[in-house]
Protein backbone atom coordinates (compact mmCIF):
# COMPACT_ATOMS: atom_id res chain seq x y z
CA UNK A 1 0.00 0.00 0.00
CA UNK A 2 1.09 3.66 -0.56
CA UNK A 3 1.69 6.03 2.33
CA UNK A 4 3.10 9.47 2.47
CA UNK A 5 6.44 10.12 4.59
CA UNK A 6 9.03 12.30 5.81
CA UNK A 7 12.65 11.08 6.90
CA UNK A 8 13.67 14.41 7.86
CA UNK A 9 12.11 17.89 8.94
CA UNK A 10 11.67 20.30 6.37
CA UNK A 11 9.83 21.98 3.64
CA UNK A 12 7.41 19.90 0.88
CA UNK A 13 10.50 18.65 -0.34
CA UNK A 14 10.89 16.18 1.83
CA UNK A 15 7.81 14.78 1.34
CA UNK A 16 7.63 11.43 -0.78
CA UNK A 17 5.26 8.76 -1.86
CA UNK A 18 6.12 5.06 -0.54
CA UNK A 19 5.34 1.48 -0.67
CA UNK A 20 4.83 0.05 2.90
CA UNK A 21 3.44 -2.73 4.58
CA UNK A 22 -0.54 -2.61 5.31
CA UNK A 23 -0.70 -3.10 9.41
CA UNK A 24 -3.04 -5.43 11.27
CA UNK A 25 -5.57 -4.41 13.70
CA UNK A 26 -4.18 -5.70 17.31
CA UNK A 27 -7.06 -6.31 20.24
CA UNK A 28 -7.98 -2.23 20.83
CA UNK A 29 -7.44 -1.09 17.37
CA UNK A 30 -9.96 -0.71 14.07
CA UNK A 31 -8.00 -0.50 10.69
CA UNK A 32 -9.03 1.98 8.04
CA UNK A 33 -9.27 2.48 4.78
CA UNK A 34 -8.65 6.07 4.14
CA UNK A 35 -10.48 7.92 2.01
CA UNK A 36 -9.82 11.35 3.17
CA UNK A 37 -6.92 13.21 5.49
CA UNK A 38 -6.85 16.73 5.94
CA UNK A 39 -3.56 18.71 5.90
CA UNK A 40 -3.79 20.68 9.25
CA UNK A 41 -1.48 23.40 10.42
CA UNK A 42 0.04 20.76 12.99
CA UNK A 43 1.22 18.54 10.12
CA UNK A 44 3.24 21.32 8.37
CA UNK A 45 5.10 22.14 12.05
CA UNK A 46 5.48 18.08 12.68
CA UNK A 47 6.87 17.88 9.13
CA UNK A 48 9.34 21.43 10.04
CA UNK A 49 10.05 19.73 13.38
CA UNK A 50 8.91 22.71 14.93
CA UNK A 51 6.13 21.01 17.19
CA UNK A 52 6.34 19.44 21.13
CA UNK A 53 6.26 15.88 19.38
CA UNK A 54 7.88 15.97 16.58
CA UNK A 55 11.40 14.59 17.30
CA UNK A 56 12.93 11.32 15.15
CA UNK A 57 10.97 9.04 16.50
CA UNK A 58 7.48 10.68 15.28
CA UNK A 59 9.58 11.55 11.70
CA UNK A 60 7.58 9.83 9.51
CA UNK A 61 3.98 10.75 11.68
CA UNK A 62 1.72 13.25 9.64
CA UNK A 63 -2.15 13.51 9.03
CA UNK A 64 -4.41 13.36 12.37
CA UNK A 65 -7.61 13.87 10.99
CA UNK A 66 -8.97 11.06 8.58
CA UNK A 67 -12.27 9.80 7.07
CA UNK A 68 -13.07 6.06 5.74
CA UNK A 69 -14.33 3.01 6.31
CA UNK A 70 -13.87 0.24 8.98
CA UNK A 71 -11.67 -2.77 6.91
CA UNK A 72 -10.85 -4.48 10.32
CA UNK A 73 -11.51 -4.78 14.06
CA UNK A 74 -9.93 -6.29 16.62
CA UNK A 75 -11.12 -9.08 18.96
CA UNK A 76 -11.99 -6.65 21.32
CA UNK A 77 -13.07 -3.91 19.46
CA UNK A 78 -17.13 -3.43 19.73
CA UNK A 79 -19.72 -1.11 17.76
CA UNK A 80 -17.58 -0.54 14.46
CA UNK A 81 -19.21 -3.57 11.85
CA UNK A 82 -16.51 -3.61 9.10
CA UNK A 83 -17.41 -1.31 6.45
CA UNK A 84 -19.19 1.40 8.82
CA UNK A 85 -18.57 5.28 7.68
CA UNK A 86 -16.09 7.19 10.20
CA UNK A 87 -13.84 9.70 11.08
CA UNK A 88 -10.81 9.55 13.49
CA UNK A 89 -8.66 12.13 15.20
CA UNK A 90 -5.12 10.37 15.65
CA UNK A 91 -2.58 9.92 18.23
CA UNK A 92 0.82 11.81 17.34
CA UNK A 93 1.80 8.40 17.49
CA UNK A 94 -0.53 7.17 14.63
CA UNK A 95 -0.57 8.60 10.79
CA UNK A 96 -3.04 9.39 8.28
CA UNK A 97 -1.39 9.74 5.27
CA UNK A 98 -1.53 6.12 4.56
CA UNK A 99 -4.03 3.74 2.06
CA UNK A 100 -4.85 1.81 5.42
CA UNK A 101 -4.26 2.99 9.05
CA UNK A 102 -5.21 1.79 12.75
CA UNK A 103 -6.52 3.51 15.40
CA UNK A 104 -7.64 3.27 18.77
CA UNK A 105 -11.25 2.33 19.20
CA UNK A 106 -11.84 5.41 21.00
CA UNK A 107 -10.66 7.61 18.59
CA UNK A 108 -13.05 7.11 16.28
CA UNK A 109 -16.52 7.88 15.51
CA UNK A 110 -19.22 7.60 13.09
CA UNK A 111 -19.53 10.22 9.92
CA UNK A 112 -22.06 12.46 10.72
CA UNK A 113 -25.10 12.85 8.58
CA UNK A 114 -25.41 14.63 6.08
CA UNK A 115 -22.24 15.72 5.96
CA UNK A 116 -19.91 15.22 2.65
CA UNK A 117 -17.83 12.47 3.80
CA UNK A 118 -15.03 13.78 1.95
CA UNK A 119 -15.08 17.35 2.31
CA UNK A 120 -16.25 17.59 5.77
CA UNK A 121 -15.76 14.60 7.74
CA UNK A 122 -11.98 14.33 7.79
CA UNK A 123 -11.59 18.30 8.50
CA UNK A 124 -13.77 18.00 12.04
CA UNK A 125 -11.31 15.96 14.61
CA UNK A 126 -8.81 18.98 14.89
CA UNK A 127 -10.42 21.85 14.94
CA UNK A 128 -14.00 20.59 16.29
CA UNK A 129 -11.69 19.39 19.26
CA UNK A 130 -9.79 22.50 19.67
CA UNK A 131 -12.84 25.01 19.76
CA UNK A 132 -14.53 22.75 22.53
CA UNK A 133 -11.30 22.62 24.69
CA UNK A 134 -10.81 26.42 24.57
CA UNK A 135 -14.15 27.54 24.72
CA UNK A 136 -15.46 24.80 27.37
CA UNK A 137 -12.56 22.82 29.09
CA UNK A 138 -10.07 25.85 28.96
CA UNK A 139 -12.82 28.51 29.04
CA UNK A 140 -15.59 27.08 31.00
CA UNK A 141 -17.89 28.78 28.96
CA UNK A 142 -21.69 29.49 30.03
CA UNK A 143 -25.10 30.01 29.02
CA UNK A 144 -25.64 34.32 28.97
CA UNK A 145 -21.76 34.74 29.08
CA UNK A 146 -20.16 36.75 26.23
CA UNK A 147 -17.48 35.52 24.30
CA UNK A 148 -15.18 36.68 21.60
CA UNK A 149 -13.93 34.37 18.84
CA UNK A 150 -10.78 35.90 16.75
CA UNK A 151 -11.59 34.51 13.29
CA UNK A 152 -14.84 33.24 13.02
CA UNK A 153 -14.67 31.83 9.58
CA UNK A 154 -11.57 29.51 9.68
CA UNK A 155 -11.89 25.83 10.67
CA UNK A 156 -11.19 26.16 14.40
CA UNK A 157 -13.25 29.84 14.82
CA UNK A 158 -16.66 28.27 12.66
CA UNK A 159 -17.19 25.90 15.51
CA UNK A 160 -16.44 27.53 17.94
CA UNK A 161 -19.20 29.89 16.92
CA UNK A 162 -21.44 26.98 16.60
CA UNK A 163 -20.68 25.45 20.24
CA UNK A 164 -20.82 28.96 21.68
CA UNK A 165 -24.45 29.57 20.34
CA UNK A 166 -25.70 25.70 20.95
CA UNK A 167 -24.49 26.54 24.65
CA UNK A 168 -26.87 30.00 25.14
CA UNK A 169 -23.88 32.47 25.16
CA UNK A 170 -23.68 36.34 23.07
CA UNK A 171 -21.03 35.98 20.45
CA UNK A 172 -18.70 38.74 18.76
CA UNK A 173 -16.33 37.64 16.21
CA UNK A 174 -13.88 38.74 13.63
CA UNK A 175 -13.07 37.50 10.05
Given at each position: ?????IHRF??????????????????????????????????????????????????????????????????????????????????????????FILA?????????????????????????????????????????????IQSG???????????????????????
Amino acid sequence: MQAVRIHRFGGPEVISIEEIVRPTATVDEVLIKVFAASDNPVDERMREGKYPVATEKYLHVLGLDVRGEIAAIGSDVAGFPIGADVFAFLSPQQVGYEEFILARADEVAANPRPLDAVVAAAAIPLAGITAWQGLFDHGGLQSGQRVLIQSGAGGVGHFAIQFAKARGAWIATTK
